[in-house]
């Protein structure tokens, strides 16, 4: 960035300067300034999810828009992708603050060959901050890692993300996979990622697609809401 970076006093700046300024400093993969960005909007009183989306989303969706258009290369936007993570680490326990009961559980990851983790980790963190309980499973997950930890863990929902054209056709192998062993119907499938939309959701026989975390805390709401009801009825 600039030459004059080292001169800007985060604290000093209004809201409507900081915010941009954290933008820049999040394309310049400043980790420790976000970080303080965070912790002064958060003292000024802005809630977590406001900071999340405001302040951290806002800055990626510009580091997103310049990666492809190939402004932006890979190791930019992994240093981009760590500054925001340590943003995203000190509203973590904040999000999950609520105290609200568990209300289900979700066990999340990336399909097998995909290492895009950002997005899962913030639906993970809304998940917990709605009062689900989260098992991250982390990248990279084949059929097995998915079927194990749901069985395991006695899950409710299965979350899984691509963010690659190429690695979104999985979703449905592990979707097979639950069909052919008898176990779709013990789980509600979100899935989610950039390249996704409602029809390849609705192809691929998951439940919901969805847009962003904040929807897929509706969705998982709305869907376990059903579930518990219909087990009522049995
Ligand atoms: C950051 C990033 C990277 C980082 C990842 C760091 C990390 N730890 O995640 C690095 C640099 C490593 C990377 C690597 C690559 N990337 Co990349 N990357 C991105 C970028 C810029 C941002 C993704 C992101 O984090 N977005 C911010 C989050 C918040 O948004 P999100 O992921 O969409 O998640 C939200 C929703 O989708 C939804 N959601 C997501 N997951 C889930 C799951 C569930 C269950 C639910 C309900 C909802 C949900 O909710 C989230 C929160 O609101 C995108 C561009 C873009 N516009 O998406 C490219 C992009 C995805 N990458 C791309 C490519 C090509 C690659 C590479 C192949 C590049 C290369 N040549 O090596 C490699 C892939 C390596 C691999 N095998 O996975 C392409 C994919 C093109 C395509 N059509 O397939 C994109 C679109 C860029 C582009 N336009 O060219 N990348």
Redesign the pocket.
Known sequence: MSEDQDDIILSELDDDELVPQMFDDLYDGLREEIEEGVTILLGRGWTPYDVLTKAL?GG??I???D??DGI?F??E??L??NA??GGMAILKPLLAETGAPRVGKMV?G?VK????????N??GM?MEGAGFEVVDLG?NNSVDAYLDALAAEDADIL?????????MPYMKVVIDTLIEKGLREDYIV???????NEEFGKAIGAD?????????VE?AKTFVARKHNSGAQA
């Open positions: 989303v990626m969706t580091v997103g828009n990666f492809r932006l890979v190791p936007v992994l981009a992708a925001m993570k999340i990336t060959g995909d290492i895009h983790d950002i997005g899962k913030l639906v809304m990248i979350g899984m993300s691509a963010l690659l054209t190429t690695t979100l899935v989610g990622g950039a390249p996704l919901a697609y969805c847009r962003d975390a904040a929807v897929a969705t």
